[in-house]
């Protein structure tokens, strides 16, 4: 039997601008014809502006790990940001049932003047988790980090790849139902990956996991479903299908 669907996106599209100027005029025009009870025509791009995501739909099962491939501007994290509720969707909607663990980009998670052990009850409490919660798990947070020298020191002084381990400790030590994970394990050094590795694996029990990297055999090896992406479309979606294989690499190496 199947298990519950956990993430749904339908027909979800994205559009950013080209240009930092009229990206505020037209954020002032909408805001003003909001404000007004006037409706733009979300679904019409004006001069300068782009899918960065279009037309994407999928749904996510507990117990489904789905790799989001594809190559640098394809709209991934622009997609896990809508996942992750960051950013909305111009067109489309958006299903997310449970709680929701995400790394997507480093670092961005952390107040860079608290420390390493007041960002993770900060992480909790945007999480709505309780302090005195967090405090269960804190100890096993910090040990699965293996920086517990720099614990109570601010995340300023934290290399790239401190940060992913305490990013990712954090995230998987709050019994997400959905974890997403944006090309954050890349950073860390290999031993960190395996343990990592070790632990998608067994929270995917009992969780959905969203997982992009640019690692095909990283994605293989942990992913059940593939979503790839080319220009903010969806350009393959499907089980693990290997006579496809040569048209993901095409894509991805761009040939
Ligand atoms: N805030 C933004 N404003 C304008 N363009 C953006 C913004 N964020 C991302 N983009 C653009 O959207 C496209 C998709 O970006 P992104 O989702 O980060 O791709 P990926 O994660 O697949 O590398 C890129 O062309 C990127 O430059
Ligand atoms: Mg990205």
Redesign the pocket.
Known sequence: MSKEVLVRVENVSKK???DLKT?LWYGVKDLTGELLGGRQGQSELRPKE?W??KDVSFELRRGECLGLI??????????LKMLNGLIKPDTGKITMDGRVGALIELGSGFNPILTGRENIYNNGSVLGISKKEIDKVIDEIIAFSEIEKFIDSPVAYYSSGMKVRLGFSVAVHMKPDVLIL?EVLAVGDSGFKIKSFNKINEMMKNAAVIF?SHSMPNVAIISNKILL?EY?QMEFHGGKCFHRIDKVLRIIVGG
């Open positions: 950013f601008c080209r990206s782009f960065a995501v594809g190559r640098n501007g394809a709209g991934k994290s622009t997609l944006d992009v992406m903010g």
